[in-house]
T-cell receptor, first 115, second 114 residues
Framework: DQQVKQNSPSLSVQEGRISILNCDYT??????FLWYKKYPAEGPTFLIS?????DKNEDGRFTVFLNKSAKHLSLHIVPSQPGDSAVYFC??????????????FGQGTILTVHP | ETGVTQSPTHLIKTRGQQVTLRCSSQ?????VSWYQQALGQGPQFIFQ???????GRGNFPPRFSGLQFPNYSSELNVNALELDDSALYLC?????????????FGEGSWLTVV
């Protein structure tokens, strides 16, 4: 049962344009969401997160939007740069209890930004 | 640089053997989680250790076991290796008192079972 889904395996964008990566989840108990970026041969690097009490969080070129009713979140990268080319993972977590380190990940989306 | 270090980076084992992977967590982080990432998939949660005790486990059989030491470093042990255990194993550290945003991953250990 895939509780977090990234339905686009890949995305190709021109440098300077907007990249939009999407993520859907099914477990309504998830209340904290994170995006990670991963280069080959490296571990995932934290990018940005959002709590379920918010619908938007911005950090520089990165903005995450959360639509709780649709159980959908998206990551916007504006403007996209060639160095953003990597695999992007959406992850979700339930807060409280013993859930601190337990993330449920999507399958990832390969983003390629062309110069 | 996340401060989470893993060893070894690559290893090859034969089916049926046992393997131990090691992780040093970021300073001040008392919670360590382990993940398995198969090719083309997202990381899958194996288990989590907090103050030397396992306190959360994913859908992995008992032949996957772990330890956390007083200095919060950790080991992942896998017995009776199977071909499907070939994957990238990721260690992540966090501090529950700062639970937001502070799950940091190491570079991973690539395990190939032949």
């Amino acid at each position: 049962d895939q509780q977090v889904k990234q339905n686009s395996p890949s995305l190709s964008v021109q440098e300077g344009r907007i990249s939009i990566l999407n993520c859907d989840y099914t477990n309504s108990m998830f209340d904290y969401f994170l995006w990670y970026k991963k280069y080959p041969a490296e571990g995932p690097t934290f990018l940005i997160s959002i709590s379920s009490i918010k619908d938007k969080n911005e950090d520089g070129r990165f903005t995450v939007f959360l639509n709780k009713s649709a159980k959908h979140l998206s990551l916007h990268i504006v403007p996209s740069q060639p160095g953003d080319s990597a695999v992007y993972f959406c992850a979700a977590r339930r807060t409280g209890g013993t859930s601190y380190g337990k993330l449920t990940f999507g399958q990832g989306t390969i983003l390629t930004v062309h110069p | 640089e996340t401060g989470v270090t893993q060893s070894p980076t690559h290893l090859i084992k034969t089916r049926g053997q046992q393997v131990t992977l090691r992780c040093s967590s970021q300073s001040g982080h008392n919670t360590v989680s382990w993940y398995q990432q198969a090719l083309g998939q997202g990381p899958q949660f194996i288990f989590q250790y907090y103050r030397e005790e396992e306190n959360g486990r994913g859908n992995f059989p008992p032949r996957f076991s772990g330890l956390q030491f007083p200095n919060y470093s950790s080991e992942l042990n896998v017995n009776a290796l199977e071909l499907d255990d070939s994957a990238l194993y990721l260690c992540a550290s966090s501090n529950p008192s700062e639970w937001r945003d502070t799950i940091y991953f190491g570079e991973g250990s690539w395990l190939t079972v032949v």
